[in-house]
């Protein structure tokens, strides 16, 4: 938790101070976005610990910020606005918020509400750290794959847009996703073309077929693919 970097997205800059500057009295790396644009381009490029965020900004308000960042990953999220009504803090909830404050607050409560959900999450990252599907083991934390249907479980070599394809879906074997899907998620930076996940997942499906691993990748005419078939 020492030395986590925060995004504080929040347009009113008073507010923005005294939250970063309790927040680098505790100890915390800080950065700060007062639109929704920036805090788009900072969450992408800096990748932070945690992010709070306020509903009410400029250019893409805190709900479309919440939905994307919950497209692209599980980073915490909490939400700290002057929006009381239940409505609001039901979305936010559903969305994916870790926790919903209401101002005005204590900026002392919310140094202590980022420590309570850092201690909560990344706590359940750490027993998340492996994710499997019937034969194959994906490790995020060494970020490597392999098959535990061989003795001394081989490693299966991948490139990074391979790992990332694999990481994706792993966490919902039996979903379809779309090939735009696959990349908005996998290859956010890219300027490719949907085609080019198709040349990824054929070169990942040879790859896992080579560590006997059958059956996996499968294509779903005219919608895209799934990582464990249902047959």
């Known amino acids: 938790m020492n030395n986590a970097l925060v995004l504080i997205v929040e347009d009113e800059s008073e507010i923005a101070e005294i939250v970063n500057a309790y927040l680098s009295r505790d100890g915390f790396?800080?950065?700060i976005a007062a639109d929704g644009e920036s805090a788009l381009s900072q969450y992408?490029?800096?990748?932070?610990?945690?992010?709070?965020?306020?509903?009410?900004?400029p250019k893409r308000d805190g709900f479309d910020l919440l939905t994307e960042f919950r497209r692209h990953g599980a980073?915490?999220?909490?939400?700290?606005?002057a929006r009381a009504e239940d409505v609001d803090k039901l979305l936010a909830l559903r969305i994916g918020a870790?926790?919903?404050?209401?101002?005005?607050?204590?900026?002392?409560?919310?140094v202590e509400r980022v420590k309570a959900v850092l201690r909560r999450t990344q706590g359940q990252a750490a027993s998340a750290s492996l994710l499997r599907c019937r034969g194959l083991e994906l490790d995020r934390n060494a970020h490597t794959v392999?098959?535990?249907?061989?003795?001394?479980?081989?490693?299966i070599?991948?490139?990074?847009?391979?790992?990332?394809?694999?990481e994706h879906m792993i966490r919902a074997p039996q979903r379809v996703f779309s090939r735009a899907e696959l990349l908005d998620a996998c290859l956010p930076e890219s300027d490719a073309l949907d085609r080019t996940v198709d040349s990824h997942i054929s070169h990942l499906r040879r790859k896992l077929q080579r560590a006997g691993l059958e059956g996996y990748l499968e294509a779903v005419r005219g919608v895209g693919y799934r990582l464990e078939p249902t047959t």
């Open 29 to 31: 790396r800080t950065t």
């Open 44 to 57: 992408r490029h800096l990748k932070p610990d945690l992010v709070i965020l306020d509903i009410g900004l």
């Open 75 to 81: 980073t915490p999220v909490i939400m700290a606005t």
């Open 98 to 110: 870790d926790d919903y404050v209401v101002k005005p607050f204590n900026p002392q409560e919310i």
């Open 146 to 155: 392999c098959t535990t249907d061989k003795e001394g479980r081989p490693r």
């Open 157 to 166: 070599s991948t490139t990074l847009s391979e790992y990332r394809l694999l």
